[in-house]
């Protein structure tokens, strides 16, 4: 048997007015894509602030998807817009950090267009498949002996305690 | 700002309060900047008793080991925690303070100490003891060791963590006093409070819930920019707001409480404050509204003005606060697998 596939947890951002029905109709046309993406429902591309794209990558999201209406047919008219500014302004911050561009995805989809989210989220899950997981939150822990470095402070000043008057 | 009389513990014959000021990760400035307070530092004395504040005073660690729990009223504690040995400090302090203010951009968010959270204590140590910077001058490349044995026995170093934490992140902390440093008029309206006795909520942070721009008297127009420019490229003229020059001011996502002083003197603001009221991630916002500003709406062409406008986003948005961000670091090469 080979090793088992590492399969990554995407969070993925969907427009209520375009790629969520998207996703919804390729649910129901039968559509197959690759089931590792949760999807938030969000009420337009322009709602998702990068702190909440920061919060699923910290709390241990592989990769993240931003999916929108394309330009031009935004339901709140420029939001899509701002959402495209903001993304490559987050992207290149992420990047800096250390987190691959290919797991901080931006999509355009309209309600039609289940086959091409399907596909899009297919081709994001073969990429970040290749990249691994991400385990943002192991990246801050320290290891066992810092808290043996503790220990060793309690424990000395305790028997300094004793020799003072 | 009100000149209601400090309710001394002199004063009402009630006994002085117990007053701590420790750093940690720190640079020694807030401590400065409560100096600043000037004559009212005779205010403070009056009410209470400088029990520890190792930049200005005497004070030793093993009295407050022997004090109760609880004993000190109010500690004041600048610095984050990169050290075991401020990890025992942070912790001590919060064991023996009812209030424990993170005071100051060290404490609160990580500040600069916290940008080493690019790197960890590997590539800290490499670049501070190697015999390669200029300033170092280390041909046995010694390193600090954790322990050291000497003939009357073992002799310990603190541990030097791969990751600087915010106060928050290591003890329960319940005010909070943002600013590098915090500007001594708004340390003294914060000791007013305390004074009081009218305390805010727990975990509140105490000052203004407006941003620098509301305190900014330049003028602006909502006019978009094709172009970000460093300081040095430009010379701003005196009434426009500096970002609608084209000049990356953090002033849109940072907390009051300096009366905008960089803007007011052709400087942009770099993000002291911290974040206003209600923002998760100072970073998040702060690019979220530059990134508005970018007249484009052509992917391409947004990388580019972003790239070539923005080359250290990290040092941009997060200067102040990476340690307490949401992602806390950058990602950690693998750890080495010897102590220190
Ligand atoms: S907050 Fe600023 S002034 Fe205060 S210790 Fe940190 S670096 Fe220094
Ligand atoms: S962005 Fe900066 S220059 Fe513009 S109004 Fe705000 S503080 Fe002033
Ligand atoms: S303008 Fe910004 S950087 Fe300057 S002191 Fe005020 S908050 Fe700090
Ligand atoms: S409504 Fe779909 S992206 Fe704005």
Redesign the interface.
Known sequence: MSEQVFEPKIVGFLCNWCSYRAADLAGSARITHAPNVRIVRVMCSGRVDPSFVMKAFSLGADAVLIAGCHPGECHYIEQNYKAMRRFHMLRQTLKAMGVEEQRIQLVWASAAEGQQLAEAIDKMVDEVRQLGPLGWSGNWEENGERIQALEDIVKEHEQAMEVTA | MSESAPTSGNGNGKAKGKLAIYWAASCGGCEISILGIDTKILDVAAAFDLVMCPCIADGK??DI??MADGEIDVCLFNGGIRT??Q??MARLLRQKSKCLIAFGSCATEGCIPGLG??HNRQEIFDNSYTSETHSTENPDNVRPQ?VTEVPEGKL?L??F???L?TLDQTVDVDYYLPGCPPESPRIWEAIEVLLSGNLPAKGATIGENTTVCDYCPRTRKNKKIKEFKRTWEVIPDDETCLLEQGLICAGLATRAGCGALCPQVNSPCIGCYGPNEGV??Y???F??A???V?D??D?DE??EI??KG?P???GT?YRFSLAG????????PA?AAT?Q
């Open positions: 660690v093993r080991e022997k075991s040995e990890e025992y959270n690019l954790a310990h603190p541990i963590y791969d990751t934490k998760e991630d970073g998040a916002r690019l979220s530059l990134a508005s970018i484009s709406e992917p947004i990388d972003i790239s923005i250290d986003p990290i948005f961000s949401l992602m806390r670091r950058g990602k950690r750890p102590s």
